[in-house]
């Protein structure tokens, strides 16, 4: 799948369900709280908020993926430009992680493109 569209559309579901939150110290915190499952990172956003963000997701083995622009994202949920959102729901996230790294396949797995995947033991079901 090389067409965003469904990506956005369930971002856009996600936020309408109250799923979501924007905003990089909200998402850090967000984070640290282990409330997130999914981060999402926008293309153009600038080198700080990108390493904040991945170091934050690694320590704390939450999935982040690199995807859009900052406008993109922010349309497909209703509001102006965002840069980072998160995902607090374990099944938008866990679809929406298969829909990024369907759209995102053949791409080196790096920092740019998409971080540790999340592990899910049975203990955490």
């Known amino acids: 799948m090389r067409d965003p569209q469904r990506i956005l559309q369930l971002l856009g579901m996600a936020s309408r369900a109250r799923k979501i939150i924007t905003g990089e110290d909200l998402v850090v915190r967000e984070i640290r709280s282990n409330n997130a499952q999914l981060v999402i990172v926008s293309e153009d956003a600038a080198k700080n908020t990108m390493k904040k963000i991945t170091d934050k997701c690694l320590s704390y083995n939450v999935e982040k993926h690199v995807f859009g622009k900052r406008e993109d994202l922010g349309h497909a ?22 829909l990024l790294n369907e759209y995102n396949r053949g791409w080196a797995n790096d920092e740019n493109t998409c971080t540790r995947i999340r592990e899910t033991s049975e203990s955490d079901k």
């Open 77 to 98: 949920i209703g509001k102006e430009s965002r840069v980072v959102l998160a995902l607090t729901d374990a099944g938008f996230a866990r679809k929406l992680s298969g």
